[in-house]
């Protein structure tokens, strides 16, 4: 599958300590936001994590705000205990987003590495 440089958030080479909140190295401008008309009927958005290393514990989740650093959460997957190389878990994208979106996600080690993008209607964007 090919990624659009422009909907991939990058990678999370190493998790904060304590579970505390860590982002991926890219942060999308969304301009005026999400119109879910621009995905088409009946397609979704979605970001896709997979891990690049093991991984434990990972909550996926997206942060929205009106600056380039956001740290608003906007929504929120469910903990995964274990994740393996090539492993993948999914959220959709909220469409009631401010104007920078970016992808993270806690993690129970420090050790874990995810890569994150954007997939429109199952296929990557």
């Known amino acids: 599958n090919m990624k659009d440089k422009l909907l991939d958030f990058g990678a999370i080479s190493a998790f904060a300590a ?10 999308l401008d969304l301009g005026d936001g999400i119109n879910p008309n621009y995905f ?3 397609l979704t958005a979605k970001v896709v994590f997979t891990a690049i290393a093991a ?8 942060y929205t705000g009106t600056t380039a650093t956001p740290t608003t959460l906007c929504a929120q997957g469910a903990t995964v205990a274990s994740l393996a190389v090539g492993d993948t878990v ?8 401010s104007r920078y979106l970016r992808a993270g996600g806690t993690a129970s080690a420090t050790s874990g590495a995810v890569t994150a993008h954007i997939e429109i209607g199952g296929v990557t964007a």
């Open 18 to 27: 304590s579970s505390a909140a860590t982002y991926c190295e890219n942060v």
């Open 40 to 42: 088409g009927s009946g």
């Open 55 to 62: 991984t434990t514990g990972f909550t996926p989740c997206l």
């Open 90 to 97: 999914e959220i959709p994208v909220p469409f009631k987003v």
